[in-house]
């Protein structure tokens, strides 16, 4: 049989990366052997996660319909998968009308990636986990600012300008400043004093960004000061009731919003289908990507547990690694046709982008031992590109 079906399952940033790179290295096999792809997601086009934030903000679309990416041989599924069978090798999902649908398969990759962990129910306040709760979000804001301008009381009016950002990852500190700027720009549209907003920012750490030096958590402390954004160190809120917000350190807040942006788990659908998993929900793969185990199976992106065999380093949940992974995968499916000997994973250099709102931006890597730290519009062009191109816009 010359035509192979590569299933990949999840549209994300890396899910699509690596549909990208298998495509590419592949049209030219020298078995001469095609490959049909099928990408498939829950999703009815790629949500850019990185972007999260923006639709809290402002009314941003950051779904790209998957006609953006239509090309010859790729068929985009869109459907939930409900099992696996690895010695048939097919899988089962349920479409959007309800129907279990079976797909066999020769290649299946499965980069399903994170989702953004929820606090308890009782915890109150609202988590920044997709596009409609950015939504929700950006329209609760703006009708407690519109409520401010007839609220006489100054107590009342302060709640009201008033939101806690509850947990400070690179996700919680580029949503605190886009939410101070915004509404502060809301505040002076409305004749509201833009100074009386007030944002802060929950850490459960001694300091900002501790995946580099202190003086970059210092920059970012400065810098997210000058956005009108408070961050509050050594605290956690332990939840939300009736605009109390609750912190780990005795304190109290106020508030008219409390959202919580406290982190990444890989996806819970991995637990459902079968394959060998780390104690935190990773699958396992070796050096090359490949699932233990299980034969002509891939796994990358943040749903992997990637190990760096010459450092023992594990990959982080970024969409830089993960891109990265599926650029390497793309060389290792095509080594495995062929029956050579394949590439095998490698940590990719420490380099991070903060977006601070539009022209305002930190970059940060580390070079021959030294930090390299941009701020200002370059970086915030720099992470403008990095989210387009992570996107393939």
């Known amino acids: 049989m010359n035509e192979l079906t590569c299933i990949i399952i999840g549209g994300g940033h890396t899910g699509l990366a690596a549909l990208k790179a298998i495509k590419s290295t592949t049209q030219s096999m020298m078995n001469g052997r095609k490959i049909r792809f099928i990408l498939l997601d829950r999703q009815s086009g790629h949500v850019r996660k990185v972007m999260m934030f923006r639709p809290a903000v402002s009314e941003e679309e950051i779904m790209v319909p998957w006609t953006h990416y239509f090309s010859e041989g790729v068929d985009f599924v869109q459907g939930t998968v409900t099992s696996v069978d690895y010695e048939k090798k097919r899988i089962r999902y349920t479409d959007v009308q309800g129907n279990g649908i079976l797909v066999p398969y020769h290649l299946l990759i499965v980069a399903v990636g994170s989702i953004v962990r929820r606090p308890n129910s009782s915890q109150g306040g609202i988590a920044l986990t997709d596009p409609q709760a950015a939504a929700n979000i950006r329209e609760y804001w703006r009708q407690n600012l519109w409520k401010a301008v007839d609220e006489t009381v100054p107590e009342k009016r302060k709640r009201l300008m008033t939101i806690a950002v509850a947990g ?40 900002l960004f501790p995946e580099g030096p202190y003086k970059v958590g210092r920059k970012l402390n400065l810098m997210l000061s000058e956005c009108g954004v408070t961050v509050l160190h050594n605290c956690k809120a332990i939840r939300e009731e009736a605009g109390v917000v609750r912190l780990s350190n005795g304190d109290s807040l106020e508030v008219g919003q409390c959202i919580w942006t406290i982190g990444l788990m890989p ?106 730290i941009i701020t200002g519009k370059l970086a915030w062009k720099l992470k403008k590109v990095s989210w387009d191109s992570a996107s393939f816009l």
């Open 168 to 207: 400070a990852g690179i996700s919680g500190i580029e949503t605190s400043a886009e939410l101070a700027l915004a509404m502060r720009k809301e505040a002076s549209a409305l004749r509201l004093n833009p100074s009386d907003i007030a944002v802060y920012l929950l850490n459960a750490k001694e300091y």
């Open 267 to 372: 996806n819970p659908i991995l637990r459902s289908m079968g394959l060998p998993l780390s104690p935190d929900g990773q699958v396992l793969v070796d050096e090359s990507y490949r699932v233990q185990g299980v034969p002509d199976v891939y796994s990358i992106g943040d749903c992997a547990k990637i190990v760096d065999p010459s450092t023992s380093k594990s990959d982080q949940m970024t969409c830089k690694e993960g891109g990265m992974q599926a650029r390497r995968l793309g060389d290792i499916v095509l080594a495995d046709l062929e029956g050579r000997p394949a590439p095998i994973h490698k940590s990719m250099m420490d380099v991070y982008g903060i977006g601070l709102g539009k022209d305002r931006g930190l970059v940060w890597t580390r070079k021959w031992g030294l930090d390299i």
